[in-house]
T-cell receptor, first 115, second 114 residues
Framework: QQQVKQSPQSLIVQKGGISIINCAYENTAFDYFPWYQQFPGKGPALLIAIRPDVSEKKEGRFTISFNKSAKQFSLHIMDSQPGDSATYFCAASRGSGGSNYKLTFGKGTLLTVNP | EPEVTQTPSHQVTQMGQEVILRCVPISNHLYFYWYRQILGQKVEFLVSFYNNEISEKSEIFDDQFSVERPDGSNFTLKIRSTKLEDSAMYFC????????????FGSGTRLTVV
């Protein structure tokens, strides 16, 4: 019930293309869904996050789409750039009800954007 | 921008030795966490700490692990008798109150047990 499943494991995209990474969760108590970007040797950095009361959130070239009934959410990177090459993790958390807000991560997607 | 600072960045230790990983969370944060990432795998929750006590721990966080906030600024993870399988990147994170946002990770300590 605590799992977050992420796909694909790796993704190669040409510069200017769209990168799409998908996640699915099981625990309906999750109410906060962040995406983290991680460069080699660095800690995960929050990229964008969504709550289940909206179906989409956009910040610049990054968009989260959220489907509550299917318990799925995805990250879309528009106009992908070589500098976007990194590992992307989806995560989920309970953000209310006295939770300690621990994050459950997906397994990660290694994105490579070719110039 | 405020940062979570971790030291050392890399530690090599002999199997069976004790190690202490150190973290300085963001100063006004009240929730503290340790996560670990075995090479090539996902980030896994180890323990959360709030109000000077452990609020939750995972199955990984057995009796060999302990956490401490010895003063107002540091947050430490101790592994009493390291095993080869403890080799991983250990991330400290902290969070402010009232919201799940503002969760900040440090750059990690790479622990290598030989």
């Amino acid at each position: 019930q605590q799992q977050v499943k992420q796909s694909p494991q790796s993704l190669i995209v040409q510069k200017g293309g769209i990168s799409i990474i998908n996640c699915a969760y099981e625990n309906t108590a999750f109410d906060y869904f962040p995406w983290y970007q991680q460069f080699p040797g660095k800690g995960p950095a929050l990229l964008i996050a969504i709550r289940p009361d909206v179906s989409e959130k956009k910040e610049g070239r990054f968009t989260i789409s959220f489907n509550k009934s299917a318990k799925q959410f995805s990250l879309h990177i528009m106009d992908s750039q070589p500098g976007d090459s990194a590992t992307y993790f989806c995560a989920a958390s309970r953000g209310s009800g006295g939770s300690n807000y621990k994050l459950t991560f997906g397994k990660g997607t290694l994105l490579t954007v070719n110039p | 921008e405020p940062e979570v600072t971790q030291t050392p960045s890399h530690q090599v230790t002999q199997m069976g030795q004790e190690v202490i990983l150190r973290c300085v969370p963001i100063s006004n944060h009240l929730y503290f966490y340790w996560y670990r990432q075995i090479l090539g795998q996902k980030v896994e929750f180890l323990v959360s700490f709030y109000n000077n006590e452990i609020s939750e721990k995972s199955e990984i966080f057995d009796d060999q692990f302990s956490v401490e906030r010895p003063d107002g600024s540091n947050f430490t993870l101790k592994i009493r008798s390291t095993k080869l399988e403890d080799s991983a990147m250990y991330f400290c994170a902290s969070k402010g109150t009232g919201s799940v946002y503002g969760y900040t990770f440090g750059s990690g300590t790479r622990l290598t047990v030989v």
